[in-house]
Nanobody, 121 residues
Framework: VQLQASGGGLVQAGGSLRLSCAAS????????INWFRQDPGKEREFVAA????????YYADSVKGRFTISRDTAKNTVYLQMTSLKPEDTATYYC???????????????WGQGTLVTVSS
């Protein structure tokens, strides 16, 4: 199953964006879809995750209360609604499939291009 992230862009601080993560194939009930982000020169960090089976959600403390992750099973897509954006949210955002929330995939995982979010102050 390939995941494709999209929806990034340039937004002013305090603004909102919605990212999409579209899956090319069937997602099994054990799947967890995660959003990670990475700034150049920094480690890739966990942002949010959702269990495909029951929509249980998980968030990093830095985005709790501002970001909302959701899924549309009919469209095989996971969304990340980002509000009250801050300049420190600037990063390339990636989605990844795992079986445990917040766990980074192994070194052989193909992350794709991600989608760039730039928040101006």
């Amino acid at each position: 199953v390939q995941l494709q992230a999209s929806g990034g862009g340039l937004v002013q601080a305090g603004g909102s964006l919605r990212l999409s993560c579209a899956a090319s194939g069937r997602l099994f009930s054990s799947a967890v879809i995660n959003w990670f982000r990475q700034d150049p020169g920094k480690e890739r960090e966990f942002v949010a995750a959702i269990r495909w089976s029951n929509s249980l959600t998980y968030y990093a403390d830095s985005v709790k209360g501002r970001f909302t992750i959701s899924r549309d099973t009919a469209k095989n897509t996971v969304y990340l609604q980002m509000t009250s954006l801050k300049p420190e949210d600037t990063a390339t955002y990636y989605c990844a499939r795992t079986t445990t929330p917040a766990d980074k995939p192994g070194p052989s995982y193909s992350w794709g291009q991600g989608t760039l979010v730039t928040v101006s102050s």
